[in-house]
């Protein structure tokens, strides 16, 4: 069961990417898809990162109910590492759309003109905190695949990166959107949950 929620993690995640190449073939985004295709997989960064709060959350219920049911403790155990997998595929694959989404921002929308973007970088407070969340995805992205072992020192960065994008996500519309608000507040409060903890811990 473990090993099937993993590949089929993998296979959704290859998904939206199958879903956007299917239309780009299709000829349905039109002439100048470009735009389409930026906001596409930049939804796609952050509904991969809602994915990993569900993990992580699944993962909670399943360390209280070890604790109470100290007699089956292998099943809970077994269940909360493929989760703990899974939670790392959606990251990567966060890291993935993201890095797309900023690539064809860079290449296609600002046609490599660095001067610009950055200009636009210190101008345009939304993409400075987007450009911030993508880092944090990268250094999580780095330790995950390189330094495994330390990974749980830089996690953190996770839920920073999700606000950040969440932030980069609402005040980018011109009319924000309700998802849009969702978004921010689902990961407005894991933070806030997060924090609370670490305070709990510290007393």
């Given at each position: 069961?473990?090993?099937?929620?993993?590949?089929?993690?993998?296979?959704?995640?290859?998904?939206?990417l199958?879903?956007l190449?299917?239309?780009l073939?299709?000829?349905?985004?039109?002439?100048?898809?470009?735009?389409v295709?930026l906001?596409?997989?930049?939804?796609?960064?952050?509904?991969?990162?809602?994915?990993?709060?569900v993990?992580?959350?699944?993962?909670?219920?399943?360390?209280?109910?070890?604790?109470y049911?100290k007699?089956?403790?292998?099943?809970?155990?077994?269940?909360?590492?493929?989760l703990s997998?899974?939670?790392?595929?959606?990251?990567l694959?966060?890291?993935f759309?993201?890095?797309?989404?900023?690539?064809?921002?860079?290449?296609?929308?600002?046609?490599?003109?660095?001067?610009?973007?950055?200009?636009?970088?210190?101008?345009?407070?939304y993409?400075?905190?987007?450009?911030?969340g993508f880092?944090?995805?990268?250094?999580?992205?780095?330790?995950?695949?390189?330094?495994?072992?330390?990974?749980?020192?830089?996690?953190?960065?996770?839920?920073?990166?999700?606000l950040?994008?969440?932030?980069?996500?609402?005040?980018?519309?011109?009319i924000p959107?309700?998802?849009?608000?969702?978004?921010?507040l689902?990961?407005?409060?894991?933070?806030?949950?997060?924090?609370?903890?670490?305070?709990?811990?510290?007393?």
């Open positions: 069961m473990g090993y099937f929620a993993i590949f089929f993690s993998i296979f959704l995640g290859l998904c939206p199958i879903y190449l299917w239309r073939a299709m000829g349905q985004y039109g002439a100048a898809p470009i735009e295709i906001h596409f997989l930049g939804l796609w960064g952050i509904y991969f990162l809602l994915g990993i709060l993990a992580l959350g699944l993962g909670g219920l399943l360390g209280q109910y070890k604790k049911r007699k089956h403790t292998q099943k809970p155990k077994a269940h909360a590492k493929t997998y899974i939670a790392k595929i959606l990251g694959y966060g890291l759309y993201t890095s797309g989404h900023i690539f064809f921002y860079v290449v296609f929308i600002q046609g490599l003109q660095w001067g610009h973007i950055i200009n636009e970088l210190l101008n345009r407070i993409l400075f905190l987007g450009l911030m880092l944090c995805l990268v250094v999580l992205g780095i330790f995950s695949i390189f330094f495994s072992r330390l990974f749980r020192y830089v996690s953190p960065l996770f839920y920073l990166a999700g950040l994008g969440s932030i980069h996500y609402l005040i980018g519309q011109k959107s309700p998802s849009s608000y969702a978004i921010f689902v990961f407005f409060a894991f933070v806030c949950v997060k924090l609370l903890e670490k305070n709990k811990d510290k007393q």
